[in-house]
């Protein structure tokens, strides 16, 4: 079993990207966390990031897009980037030069396993509800 789980980690290890995730509350009285991600090695021309609109185990729609906002990226110059949003859950970014830094600003005020709730006492975070995720796109938009 050990062997079946080292085999697959080293096998996958080459198909897979590695992107860098940093969360900090300076605004946490306002029920704010600042996001940032990085996207490196891209390969494709564009990028589309997005929000779950669900919960696992849950199964109703809380598009937790909804508190999300100030989103901007940049290239690994720090130049700013185009972003699109095509639909209310994501965003696409294109003109990159291989790597994508993204950045936003997450609202959390509810507390339950579903969503979020950020004050100057902790942080509860749900992954779901905190994290936007890349899907990669055909050179075709």
Excluded: C
Excluded at 64 to 70: E, H
Excluded at 103 to 124: C, K, V
């Amino acid at each position: 079993m050990r062997f079946l789980f080292l085999f697959l980690l080293l096998t996958s290890a080459g198909f897979s990207q590695t992107n860098t995730y940093t969360i900090s509350f300076e605004n946490a009285g306002h029920h704010e966390a600042n996001v940032k991600v990085n996207f490196p090695d891209l390969e494709q021309d564009s990028l589309r990031v997005r929000m779950s609109r669900t919960s696992p185990g849950r199964y109703a729609l809380h598009e937790f897009a909804k508190n999300v906002y100030g989103v901007k990226a940049t290239n690994s110059k720090g130049e700013k980037l185009e972003i699109i949003r095509p639909d209310p859950y994501s965003w696409t970014i294109t003109d990159h030069d291989g790597t994508i830094n993204l950045e936003y600003t997450l609202f959390g005020n509810r507390a339950d396993g579903t969503y979020t709730q950020i004050d100057e006492t902790h942080a509860h975070l749900n992954i779901p509800a905190t994290f936007m995720y890349s899907e990669a796109l055909k050179n075709d938009l």
